[in-house]
């Protein structure tokens, strides 16, 4: 019988300043498949080794370079590394997703993190295997290794989250390199490697509250910058007045977000960061400049800004006056010969989502 569902997943801003690979938001900005399966019309998916056809819409980020072959697109090789941890091959006869991602690659808006999830829960799905969102985490970060993304887009809302420690056994387990877990494109046969299950709870998180008169302004600068390349420019070690300074603001700035009103006085200063901004200024023309001249006393509405993830995009957090807070980002950046697009988002509150749809014949 036909099954047809889609999965919702949306894009997050990481870090929030001082948070670096601890808090992370959730934004109503949704990855979204539509899936299919039908194995009446399993001839259509034939030319793909694991059953799978997939299409991308024309309107998509990404459209043109995202790959469409099931082993070597990031949300179906997650979704194939679930179902061979749990003993199945390939996707069920006839598997059909149109995949429909506003979320701008590689600037910052979780959209790998996104992908991550969203294969997460399709392998789940087309599996059965009845995994809670909890569970799902683990797999999540067996391949995206920090938390912050990846349990706000799974879980929704403001969150804060951790890697517990693990034990030498199961460090083993995770500490695979990441092609077994991603099995490399290849277009040769099926090797019959069964991963092994992930830890239990690798990941814990809590829910902050958000105040909602909060809206999050994403400047986006039109230009990639890997995660990878963005995380290399970070140091390996740290002043312990450094790390005092984030974890002092970290502890004031969870609490400073719920608080009606919202208070600039307290937000802007708890939003500075030591740990990662200063470095990463070098690879983001203009960061410095918007950094320290765009305040709540130069733009009226505007609580906080910082880098977004690993940038390049800017997350500006006001109540009012959207529309100047961003045009004053915008030409800073224009003057370092940037160009930029914005969006002013809400925050998504319930994380990824499955729906199921009514068969049709
Ligand atoms: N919808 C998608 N389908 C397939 N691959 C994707 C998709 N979204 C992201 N990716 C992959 O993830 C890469 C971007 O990941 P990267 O971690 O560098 O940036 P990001 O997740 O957008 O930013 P950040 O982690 O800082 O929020 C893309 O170049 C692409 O390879
Ligand atoms: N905390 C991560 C988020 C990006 O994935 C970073 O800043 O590198």
Redesign the pocket.
């Known amino acids: 019988m036909a099954r047809s569902f889609v999965i919702k997943v949306p894009a997050?801003s990481?870090n929030i300043g001082p948070g670096y690979d601890v808090l992370g938001v959730g934004l109503a900005l949704f990855?979204e498949l539509q899936v299919r399966i039908d194995s009446l019309h399993a001839s259509e998916t034939n030319n793909d080794a694991n059953n799978c056809k997939l299409t991308y819409s024309e309107t998509s980020e990404?459209y043109g370079s995202?790959p469409l072959k099931s082993d070597s697109?990031?949300?179906t090789r997650t979704a194939l590394y679930v179902l061979r941890c749990n003993n199945i091959r390939k996707f069920p006869l006839g598997t059909k997703i149109h995949?429909h991602?506003p979320?701008p690659?590689?600037?910052?808006?979780?959209?790998?993190?996104?992908?991550v999830v969203a294969g997460v829960l399709l392998g789940n799905e087309v599996g059965q295997l009845g995994f809670s969102k909890q569970r799902m985490l683990d797999f999540c970060l067996m391949i995206e290794r920090h938390p912050d993304?990846i349990t706000a887009a799974m879980m929704g809302s403001f969150c804060g989250s951790f890697l517990r420690e693990l034990t030498p056994q199961e460090v083993e387990r995770r500490e695979i390199p990441l092609a077994e877990v991603l099995p490399e494109p290849s277009g040769g046969e099926d090797t019959g490697l069964v991963p092994p299950l992930p830890p239990t709870d690798i990941g814990r998180h809590v829910k902050y509250n958000w105040n909602p008169k909060i809206k999050c302004i994403a400047i986006i600068p039109q230009f990639?910058l890997?995660?990878?390349d963005?995380r290399s420019v970070l140091p390996k070690a740290y002043t312990t007045q450094d790390v005092v300074f984030n974890l002092q603001r970290l502890a004031v700035l969870t609490m400073a977000l719920t608080q009606d009103p919202p208070n600039a006085d307290l937000i802007y200063p708890a939003m500075q960061d030591r740990v990662h901004q200063p470095y990463r200024k070098i690879l983001i023309p203009g960061l410095n400049e918007i950094l320290q001249s765009v305040t709540p006393t130069t733009q009226r509405g505007l609580l906080g800004i910082c880098l977004?993830?690993?940038?390049p995009t800017i997350l500006a957090l006001a109540t009012e006056n959207f529309d100047d807070i961003a045009h004053e980002i915008i030409n800073t950046f224009s003057k370092n010969n940037v160009n930029c697009d914005w969006k002013l988002l809400d925050i998504a509150q319930d994380g990824a989502i499955v729906e199921q749809l009514p068969i049709s014949e």
């Open positions: 997050s990481a990855l990404g995202v697109n990031l949300i995949i991602n979320i690659l590689g600037r910052g808006l979780g959209s790998s993190g996104a992908a993304n990639e890997s995660t990878a963005s977004s993830g690993a940038g």
